[in-house]
């Protein structure tokens, strides 16, 4: 049996789509993968505000001496010195 797929319209059967989810398996997918890349996006914004946080609060105690502390959490968030 053939259904159409609810997103692209195309035909698919048992073999090439989910029936459940009435989506060929391309566009399921490519579902999956938009799901996927919005949940790193979200994980990036979550791990820039903590890491702004961080170095704000760093600097809010504002010596030189933290100047070491700030390096620390700077490598924590991957950057590193030019060299
Ligand atoms: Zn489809």
């Not at 890349?37 to 702004?52: A, C, V």
């Not at 170095?55 to 590193?80: H, M, N, P, Q, V």
Request: some cysteine; proline content about 0%.
């Amino acid at each position: 049996m053939n259904w159409t797929c609810c997103e692209c319209e195309n035909k698919y059967d048992n073999s090439t789509g989910d029936v459940d989810e009435r989506m060929c398996y391309e566009c399921l997918d490519g579902e999956s993968f938009a799901e996927m890349e919005k949940k790193m996006f979200d994980k990036l914004i979550k791990e820039n505000i903590e890491m702004r946080r961080k170095i704000l609060s760093i600097l809010k105690r504002g010596t030189f001496a933290d100047l070491r502390t700030i390096f620390d959490a700077l490598s924590e968030i991957g950057y590193k010195e030019a060299s």
